[in-house]
């Protein structure tokens, strides 16, 4: 069996990917991954392990910035997929994200990159494409084939609140009879192919999602395949330090990856949050680069910090950890039983997950708007101090590891190639 993965050329993506190659590679199958090529994540792909073939222009990141403009767009502005306030979700929100996004997919599928790719996959012939909510050229490309196709969650499924949300937009006012703009444009790209849209288009035939179930969301047109999270990290040798037992609390303090490439900025001061864990009785793990700590006026006597250390390995021994929202950090946490203080960033699910979290009971949140020293160092002090934090830490750990693998879904992922 052939399968082609298609991903949104970024580390976290690539990461959040491979898992589900190497459980198919290691079963036999030829997996390689498909897509843009991305200058500056070369590695990210090498580092897995799988082989890669680029098709189209290089989408560099610094491109993908260029969609943060002044105004009401996709990545910035009064409309961003990112909101989970319900209050705010009104008619005028919804159409909007909605709309704007279908602007994003559409711009990381250019006609030309469509045509190189289906031409390759024409002659390469994969039975089945594994795809990431970024990538709709993977969709379309299967489409184009007639090869079954199943989304891979990075994240919470905000395209599928989204497209829920936008669904019942249009059922509460029959009277609006304008076009469906991602029905439209997929219609017409599937259309220079020979083929004609279905549903399966928006969110593949089936999703696989290895994060926490409490992320799912109510109401989605999504048939889930639920799987085990396998933590990714950059390979590197492991300082002893991280395996040796602490003395102190362990805390690991870390921002992701995601807005250096995505924002190009942090969404939070880096020093109210050191200045919130000085003085603690901890020790705590920032992974923070120079950059990060440009504005630093000093770091903290009980703080270490570091450009980066394997974040599975570090959480073995921390007993909390504070981050920006990210879906792999949360499951990385979620796979070793940490409770999570989330300081929710707004470049996809972030804020969502952190409620979902809060209310599970294995973590808290602290908006942007309210990050404070005094209020990080509370947050951190609940997680320490009040065990069921910690228990339910444990408890959704437990149900994650009794969530089937990657390797358990080989076989259906083979009936499906096998049987679209």
């Not at 991305?38 to 990210?44: D, Q």
């Not at 079954?148 to 994240?155: D, G, K, T, W």
């Not at 059922?171 to 991602?182: I, L, Q």
């Not at 990856?257 to 901890?282: F, K, M, W, Y």
Request: charged residues 25%.
């Amino acid at each position: 069996m052939r399968v082609m993965l298609m991903v949104f050329p970024t580390r976290t993506h690539v990461y959040s990917m491979a898992p589900v190659g190497w459980a198919l590679a290691a079963a036999g199958h030829e997996v390689r991954f498909v897509g843009q090529r991305n200058p500056r994540e070369v590695a990210s792909f090498a580092e897995t392990g799988l082989d890669a073939m680029w098709f189209g222009d290089e989408l560099d990141i610094a491109r993908h910035r260029q969609l943060q403009v002044d105004g009401n767009n996709a990545m910035q502005g009064d409309f961003r997929i990112s909101e989970s306030r319900p209050e705010r979700y009104t008619d005028e929100y919804v159409r909007n994200v909605y709309e704007h996004w279908v602007d994003v997919f559409r711009w990381t599928t250019p006609d030309s990159l469509l045509d190189e790719l289906v031409r390759f996959a024409r002659q390469w012939q994969p039975d089945l494409v594994v795809w990431d909510p970024m990538i709709y050229a993977a969709p379309i490309v299967a489409h184009a084939l007639g090869v079954p196709h199943l989304r891979m969650m990075y994240a919470a499924d905000q395209t599928a609140r989204i497209g829920a949300q936008y669904r019942d937009l249009r059922a509460n006012h029959p009277e609006d009879t304008s076009p469906d703009p991602f029905v439209t444009w997929m219609s017409a790209a599937v259309g220079r192919f020979g083929a004609d849209y279905d549903e399966t288009l928006r969110y593949g035939v089936r999703t696989i999602d290895c994060h926490p179930s409490y992320l799912r969301y109510d109401g989605v047109d999504v048939d889930y395949v639920p799987a085990r999270f396998v933590p990714q990290n950059k390979p590197m040798a492991i300082p002893s330090w991280v395996l040796e037992r602490p003395e102190r609390p362990r805390v690991m303090l870390t921002l992701g990856i995601s807005n250096r490439q995505v924002l190009g900025v942090e969404e939070t001061s880096v020093g109210d949050l050191l200045d919130g864990l000085a003085d603690l009785d901890l020790e705590v793990i920032a992974t923070l680069n120079a950059s990060q700590l440009a504005s630093v006026r000093s770091i903290p006597d009980n703080v270490r910090a570091v450009d980066f250390v394997p974040m599975n390995e570090l959480l073995a021994s921390c007993s909390a950890i504070v981050h920006q929202g990210g879906g792999a950090t949360i499951s990385n946490a979620v796979v070793n039983g940490v409770p999570q203080l989330v300081i929710p960033g707004t470049t996809w699910s972030e804020r969502g997950s952190a409620v979902a979290q809060a209310k599970r009971g294995n973590g808290l949140l602290v908006d942007l708007e309210d990050v404070t020293p005094a209020s990080v160092r509370a947050g951190v002090c609940r997680l320490l101090e009040e065990p069921s934090f910690r228990e339910c830490a444990l408890e959704v750990r437990d149900e994650m590891l009794a969530t089937p693998t990657l390797d358990d879904l080989v076989p259906e992922l083979e009936r499906l190639a096998l049987c679209p």
